[in-house]
Structure formats: structure tokens, C-alpha cells
């Protein structure tokens, strides 16, 4: 595995956020974003001329919230929901209740457990368990038990301390090719960062389509380079714009 890929000014930029752009915090609650790294997004964006998409496990509203007053090409919720350059925003037709019941038994699971952090984020949810390491197998089981009631047309997403339920049929890698059929990443060079196994299929698809994938951090992984933590992704990404100029 080579550390990274030589400079082009040529490409399209995906950027994962926890664990990639952002240090990873015990809770999604506790992740703050400080003024340079909104510069650094804001300026990476204005680089590739638009050609940069946020491509994460939060849904489009957190993302928002974090990198205020930005609001630039992303999709949530690992690919279930995505705003293209021009601010369309693309969302399963999907009635309000389908996962409610769901929601329920995992909030109540998390209620009667200290250390368990539930997250609802719409189209998916999230059991975390980093405050409660002891618990993986449970918040696991819990999880895929919840899965298994809703039948068919959700699945199970593994991650880094947390278990998560989503809709079927979407993920980081699929959001990345839609963007990469559109103005104006179509026709770049994809590079995709990321940390967390909800990656490997974004790193799968650039490199099937020429592009770069960069693994954040340690672990098994099908990207074919590496920086060490975020602060090296985001030092690395500071260089390129530095290049650029």
C-alpha cells in the first residue's frame, strides 16, 4: 500500500467526515468543527470548482450544521439521501412510520443500558456503543433483531463502535458514482477519503472508475493508499490546495 497519490489538479473530491476530516468524538453530539477546518472545505471547494461532495454517515441537516454556513454537495445517511452541485436533493419516497417500530426497540434497548448512544437520523439509525465497548455484541444483536421484524428493504451497516439499520439498496460507493455522472466532478479524477468500513465501498468504486482511494487510520482495506489520522488527511489536502496555487 503506497502512502498517497501524486498531486492532479484534475480531481474530484469526496471527503468522509468523522474519523476523516474530523477526529472521531464519544459521541456524534460531541463532534465540533473549528473555523480552519470549515476554511479548509470552503477553499478545497472553490478549487476543484465545485467538484467536491461530503459523503457520510450523518444525515444532510448534520452535515449542514457542521460546516455552517456551507452548504455544499453531500449525501447523508451513507448514500439514502444526496444533494447534487446544483442543490437538488434526491430522498427515498418513504412514509414517515416504516421505521418507527424499529426506532422504538433499539431507543428502548439503548434507555435500559448506560453507554449506549441512540441516534435517528431519519432514514437510518444508529445504536453507539463507544462509551460502552462491553456492550458490541448486544447493541449487534439488538440491531439485527430489529432488522429482521422490519423484513425485507432494510439492512445492517457494521461501523466503527456502532451498529446501524438502513434502507437497502444504497451506499457511500453509489452516491459516488451518481455524482460522478453529473457537472461538475464528470469527466475528473475521483478521490475519495475515508476510515470506517461504511467506506469500502466508496473506495471500491473510485478505484474501479481510475480514481484514488485514500484508507484514514488503520485497518483491513481495499484503498490502495493511507494517511495516518485525520490531522494527517487534512495536512495532506492543506498541501494539495498549497500546490494548486
Known amino acids: 500500500m503506497s502512502g498517497t497519490p501524486p498531486f492532479d489538479p484534475n480531481w474530484a473530491l469526496f471527503l468522509d467526515i468523522d474519523g476523516t476530516l474530523l477526529e472521531i468524538a464519544p459521541t456524534p453530539q460531541?463532534?465540533?468543527?473549528?473555523?480552519?477546518?470549515?476554511?479548509?472545505?470552503?477553499?478545497?471547494?472553490?478549487?476543484t470548482g465545485?467538484?467536491?461532495?461530503?459523503v457520510s454517515g450523518r444525515s444532510l441537516a448534520k452535515i449542514d450544521q457542521l460546516f455552517a454556513p456551507l452548504k455544499l454537495p453531500a449525501a447523508g445517511q451513507h448514500g439514502v439521501e444526496r444533494r447534487d452541485a446544483r442543490g437538488r436533493v434526491y430522498r427515498p419516497s418513504l412514509p414517515a412510520d416504516v421505521l418507527a417500530r424499529a426506532a422504538q426497540q433499539i431507543a428502548d434497548f439503548a434507555a435500559r443500558h448506560a453507554g449506549l448512544v441512540f441516534e435517528h437520523k431519519?432514514?437510518?439509525m444508529a445504536l453507539h456503543y463507544r462509551l460502552a465497548p462491553r456492550l458490541a455484541g448486544a447493541a449487534h444483536a439488538v440491531v439485527r433483531e430489529a432488522a429482521r421484524a422490519l423484513g425485507e428493504g432494510v439492512e445492517v451497516q457494521r461501523g466503527k463502535m456502532v451498529a446501524e439499520l438502513k434502507l437497502a439498496g444504497h451506499d457511500k460507493g453509489r452516491a459516488i458514482e451518481a455524482f460522478m455522472r453529473e457537472k461538475p466532478f464528470a469527466g475528473r479524477t475521483p478521490v475519495f477519503l475515508g476510515d470506517d468500513l461504511t467506506d469500502e465501498d466508496g473506495f471500491r468504486v473510485v478505484q474501479r472508475l481510475g480514481g484514488h482511494a485514500i484508507k484514514i487510520g488503520s485497518g483491513t482495506t481495499a484503498a490502495a493508499c493511507r494517511l495516518l489520522n485525520p490531522a494527517a488527511a487534512r495536512a495532506w489536502l492543506q498541501d494539495w490546495l498549497e500546490r494548486r496555487a
Open 30 to 47: 460531541a463532534v465540533h468543527t473549528a473555523r480552519a477546518d470549515t476554511s479548509l472545505v470552503a477553499a478545497l471547494y472553490e478549487k
Open 50 to 54: 465545485g467538484a467536491l461532495a461530503l
Open 122 to 124: 431519519g432514514y437510518s
